[in-house]
């Protein structure tokens, strides 16, 4: 199946600062690309989907001005947590849309831990 | 709103051992249901899907049948195996998008 490259797998960061998490599809292109998040054995949450070439749409509930997302290729998607706080430490997943259109694959995934 | 509702874990099986993770949802329109197995330090993998009802899915021994009656969607595997150990997400999606709404994942564990 598409491979679906996420990185980095764990950051820890500090409180106030801003930390940039990539979505790479390596082996197709993707126009959209869907960013969740997972709080500790809750589910996986929507945060936003994102187009490639215009601005992503958010969930209801998800700062725009905080979790910044780039779609700047169609093989590269990225969501900034800005202004970090320890409330937003979490496990932020990626999926793009594969090229035939009728599956999603998956990132592995980053652990984002706020300090 | 949508939603999936599936069996809290974790579970703890032998080998060879019969599995069943239920899993029902909630939906204003007739969404797809999907089955997603995450291995340890890999990301989400499709395991299996149903898009209409009655319809059944099947992948690597595991089984799950989509009953609109019970708005239901149970995983089931006749003889699980150790490698089979991993966290499983049920989850839907409306309208053909790729948009996914899932449960809280359950966590399988089988011992030799």
């Known amino acids: 199946g598409a491979v679906v490259s996420q990185h980095p797998s764990r950051v820890i960061c500090k409180s106030g600062t801003s930390v940039k998490i990539e979505c790479r599809s390596l082996?197709?292109?993707?126009?959209?690309m869907f960013w969740y998040r997972q709080f500790p054995k809750q589910s996986l949450m929507l945060m936003a989907t994102?187009?490639?070439?215009?601005?992503?749409?958010?969930e209801q509930g998800v700062e725009k001005d905080k979790f910044l997302i780039n779609h700047a290729s169609l093989t590269l998607s990225t969501l900034t947590v800005t202004s970090a706080h320890p409330e937003d430490s979490s496990f932020y997943i990626c999926?793009?849309?594969?090229?035939?259109?009728?599956?999603?694959?998956f990132g592995q995934g980053t652990r984002l831990t706020v300090v | 709103g949508n939603s999936v509702t599936q069996m809290e874990g974790p579970v703890t099986l032998s080998e060879e051992a019969f599995l069943t993770i239920n899993c029902t949802y909630t939906?204003?329109?007739?969404?797809?249901l999907f089955w997603y197995v995450q291995y340890p330090g890999e990301g989400l993998q499709l395991l299996l899907k149903?898009?209409?009802?009655?319809d059944k899915g099947s992948n690597k021994g595991f089984e799950a049948t989509y009953r609109k009656e019970t708005t239901s969607f149970h995983l089931e595997k006749g003889s699980v195996q150790v490698s089979d150990s991993a966290v499983y997400f049920c989850?839907?999606?409306?309208?053909?998008?790729?948009?996914?709404?899932f449960g809280k994942g359950t966590k399988l564990t089988v011992n030799p």
């Open positions: 994102s187009n490639e070439g215009s601005k992503a749409t958010y």
């Open positions: 989850a839907l999606s409306e309208g053909g998008s790729e948009k996914l709404v």
């Open positions: 082996d197709f292109q993707a126009t959209t």
């Open positions: 999926s793009a849309v594969g090229p035939m259109n009728t599956e999603a694959f």
């Open positions: 939906a204003t329109g007739y969404p797809s």
């Open positions: 149903a898009t209409k009802a009655d």
